[in-house]
């Protein structure tokens, strides 16, 4: 099982920049590392995935080192309504992409 | 298009009695989950679902609990007899296995009180 840590909780300003760091250091080499958001009252919603190096789309950017033992998610520029909680989740490819959620890193975005 | 849709929103019960939720997965996703959610976690996967087999169900309390999708669409999850520690939100999330990131899409949940 690829267990991941993350940070339980972070505290931010309006119009900074997000950095929420997750170690898996057991990943395998078909893992994909995910991560999901979750507003209070709502299921959680994929945000971005990656294997290796940087993603980037709309919302967010994954930094994933060479050695996959853990990765970044970037959120730029945070609003109030970026208050959430962050999944980090590995994707075992080999077990029908099952997803194993821990606690998550809540974000508060303060004015 | 359609988000994953889930029924009752909420539910309070009394322990011992019995309770079933339903969901309805995005057209055409052919895997489908059930999790719970206890207040303050992350969800636990119950029970996983391909077509209308069971993929995953290492962690569905076999005793009470007990789901199925018998047309390999919509499906549902039923907890007899309820226990207080099952409180907690159930969670109905589908996927495609037709590429891309195979995200899971998440409903909104049922929110089961125990009393």
């Known amino acids: 099982l690829a267990k991941t840590t993350q940070p339980i909780s972070m505290d931010s300003y309006e119009g900074q920049e997000v950095n929420i760091t997750c170690s898996h250091n057991n990943i395998a080499t078909n893992d994909y590392i995910t991560w999901y958001q979750q507003f209070p009252s709502q299921g959680p919603r994929f945000i971005i995935q990656g294997y290796k190096t940087k993603v980037t789309n709309e919302v967010a950017s994954l930094f994933i080192p060479a050695d996959r033992k853990s990765s970044t998610l970037s959120l730029p520029r945070v609003s109030l309504s970026d208050t959430a909680v962050y999944y980090c989740?590995?994707?075992?490819?080999?077990?029908?992409?099952?997803?194993?959620f821990g606690g998550g890193t809540r974000v508060l975005v303060k004015p | 298009e359609a988000g994953v849709a889930q029924s009752p929103r909420y539910k309070i019960i009394e322990k011992r009695q019995s309770v079933a939720f339903w969901c309805n997965p995005i057209s055409g996703h052919a895997t489908l989950y059930w999790y719970q959610q206890i207040l303050g976690q992350g969800p636990k996967l119950l029970i996983q679902?391909?077509?209308?087999?069971?993929?995953?169900d290492s962690q569905l309390p076999k005793d009470r609990f007990s789901a199925e999708r018998l047309k390999g669409v919509d499906s549902t999850l039923k907890i007899q007899p309820a226990k207080l520690e099952d409180s907690a939100v159930y969670l109905c999330?589908?996927?495609?296995?037709?590429?891309?990131?195979?995200?899971?899409?998440f409903g909104p949940g049922t929110r089961l009180t125990v009393l």
């Open positions: 989740l590995v994707k075992r490819r080999a077990a029908g992409n099952k997803l194993t």
């Open positions: 999330a589908s996927s495609s296995i037709a590429g891309g990131h195979n995200e899971q899409f």
């Open positions: 679902f391909q077509n209308n087999g069971v993929v995953d």
